[in-house]
């Protein structure tokens, strides 16, 4: 299924100098509350970083909160889109009401999740009261008590107008643990049948007047089919905002239970259960306890059928067992019931922290080097994107696989650069396995390997590809050959600058 990205801002809501309603109460007009974010942001060369970036103009949308725990003391709180605001150079924010821009800084993204804190910047805020009025913050709502069937509304600002749109009211039809476009991570998210288009990512859903989720995404082929970020959500994360680390990110391939497979594991016609067929090694299932070949049958209490669905309370439906682990934190204490051959056994422990991805997403610049008139880069779903029909190949060998070992990535050769010597590049564009017999583990560790190889004064080195191919990399000459290469293509960083990013 295709997913497009609605990108819009929401601001908190504007007073009125002068409006007042009953016991001297401030008034708030949506359309101060409710912002419209523009940015401009990096598009950058993912498989070729070392090229200067492009800048693209993104129009979003965003709402003004109020946070006094984590964000105690702060005024002029604006929540939106991850993919509205990543990789800004500069944003501003705007309202249905008046034409002025005004600045602002970000306090923190959250892209996991798609969500981001804007804050006016202090002259800015004072600006915005003075012609608007005093701010008053949307306020939040219990997510977990909407149901299938319930009405919300959306607010925001899409393309083609500068004024504030309404979605009319839409009913939510679904709620489930899926894909984030964006981050290509699993979270819950809900799903309206609400009039929305390019421009609304990042505004507010309300029900009964409070904030219950964020506008982030819709399905580009079909009419009114949008989704939100559940505002618990947002909730949970805004306290690791700034420590990232303690969201799990468990990797883990979980296989539904069928007739054929329950008799061959032995498991009773009325027993469920979903099959851990594949956990990566010394990654955060793996450190917990579980292994390959586990048949996972409860967490938390929770009965687990064979689909991976549970009976969630909260919610009031089944969910993905998913879910459980998504509201939790490295630390959290966790207990799950597994079948291990022919066993029931109970595992207790605490959420261990998880692994990158073989093929991650990355939001921010690629890790790369050049060596040798070589150019190497660690294989991302970015890349993948930017490189259009030529990373089919990729998309379909690497991207759902999962890594061998800890911390393991691919690496490609992207570029071959003329004073290498080679006349037709195209067969040498592929995975780097080895390095002169050595298994290559990930980028960092290619450059380590290549580096050693010349402190040592070893001359020559061989890369070996996927497919047995085979290309020399001639270590004496490799220095002089890139300062050629550097000067010659106004190349200002052979390799990511500020070092390799984990």
């Avoid at 008799?263 to 851990?276: A, D, I, R």
């Avoid at 998913?322 to 207790?348: A, D, F, H, M």
């Amino acid at each position: 299924m295709k997913y497009r990205v609605t990108t819009c801002v929401s601001l908190l809501v504007f007073l009125l100098p002068g409006s007042f309603g009953y016991a001297g109460k401030p008034i708030a007009r949506i359309d101060t509350q409710v912002v419209r974010v523009l940015a401009t942001k990096k598009s950058g060369y993912y498989h070729k970083p070392w090229k200067s970036p492009n800048f693209d103009a993104v129009a979003a949308s965003g709402f003004f909160f109020e946070d006094k725990e984590n964000f105690p003391g702060k005024e002029g709180l604006i929540l939106t889109n991850a993919h509205a605001v990543a990789m800004a150079q500069s944003i501003r924010v705007s309202n249905g009401r008046e034409k002025r821009r005004y600045r602002v800084k970000q306090l923190g993204i959250c892209n996991p999740a798609d969500f981001a804190v804007l804050q006016l910047e202090p002259q800015e805020l004072e600006a915005y009261k003075s012609r608007n009025g005093a701010i008053v913050p949307l306020e939040f709502g219990d997510s977990d008590k909407l149901r299938v069937g319930d009405k919300v509304l959306g607010w925001g600002y899409p393309l083609g107008g500068e004024r504030i749109s309404k979605s009319e009211e839409g009913e939510i039809s679904r709620i489930e643990v899926n894909r984030y476009s964006y981050s290509q991570e699993h979270w819950l998210m809900v799903q309206a049948s609400l009039q929305q288009n390019q421009g609304n990512s990042g505004g507010p859903v309300l029900k009964n007047g409070k904030v219950v989720g964020i506008a982030f995404q819709g399905v580009s082929a079909s009419d009114r089919i949008n989704y939100f970020i559940p505002i618990n959500l947002v909730r949970s994360l805004l306290p690791v905002l700034h420590n990232q680390e303690l969201i799990a990110r468990w990797q883990y391939e979980a296989q539904p239970m069928f007739p054929r497979l329950k008799e061959y594991y032995n498991l009773k016609p009325g027993q469920g259960g979903v099959l851990l067929n594949y956990v990566v090694p010394e990654g955060g299932p793996h450190k917990f306890g579980l292994r390959a070949n586990d048949i996972l049958v409860e967490i938390e209490g929770h009965q687990i059928d064979d689909f991976g669905d549970i009976f969630y309370e909260p919610l009031g439906q089944k969910i993905y067992f998913e879910e459980i682990i998504n509201r939790k934190k490295v630390g959290n204490p966790l207990t799950v019931k597994v079948i291990r051959e022919g066993k029931v056994l109970e595992i207790q422990g605490k959420i261990t922290p998880g692994l990158p991805k073989l093929v991650p997403k990355i939001f921010t610049r690629a890790n790369y080097f050049i060596s040798g008139g070589i150019g190497f880069v660690e294989l991302t779903y970015n890349c993948i994107k930017n490189l259009g029909r030529s990373g089919r190949s990729y998309q379909e060998k690497y991207l759902k696989e999962f890594p061998e070992l800890a911390n393991q990535k691919i690496v490609i050769i992207s570029e071959i650069f003329p004073e290498y010597g080679l006349v037709e590049i195209s067969p040498y564009l592929r995975r780097v396995e080895k390095v002169s017999g050595e298994e290559v583990l990930n980028i960092e560790h290619l450059f380590g390997a290549i580096q050693t190889m010349k402190n040592k004064g070893e001359k020559k080195a061989l890369l070996e590809l996927s497919g047995n191919i085979q290309l020399p990399l001639d270590l004496d000459k490799a220095d002089e050959l890139d300062r050629e290469i550097k000067r010659k293509y106004g190349i200002l960083y052979m390799k990511t600058a500020g070092g390799f990013i984990k």
